[in-house]
């Protein structure tokens, strides 16, 4: 099993300083402080709560918005069965 076989991709409208993908990649476990790769060339691009901010409060275009809604479909799904698991009880 690789790394990548822990870890779910997403697209955020900021791409990667090194290599302008667009395609990060963050552990299934989701933390505050787990750190976000670049997906294409694995560089550090940020922690997962300066990205889940940058997905929330950044202000984009229509098309970027619909290119995000659409990649990001799965990614976000996981995230709202991760946030419903802890209100549960």
């Known amino acids: 099993m690789s ?5 779910e991709e997403f697209r955020m409208d900021k791409p990667c300083p090194s ?15 787990d750190k976000v790769f670049c997906a294409s060339c ?3 691009v940020c ?6 901010e940058r997905l929330e409060n950044d202000s984009k275009s229509e098309k970027e918005e ?3 809604k659409v990649t990001n479909k799965d ?13 549960e009880n």
Do not use: W
């Not at 922690?47 to 889940?52: D, G, N």
């Not at 990614?75 to 209100?87: A, H, I, Q, S, V």
């Open 3 to 7: 790394a990548s076989d822990f870890a």
């Open 19 to 33: 290599c302008d993908s667009h395609l990060m990649r963050v552990s299934q476990e989701k933390n505050p402080d």
């Open 42 to 44: 694995n560089t550090y």
């Open 47 to 52: 922690l997962f709560r300066e990205a889940e």
């Open 66 to 68: 619909l290119i995000e």
């Open 75 to 87: 990614f976000d799904k996981g995230l709202d069965e991760d946030l419903n698991k802890g209100t």
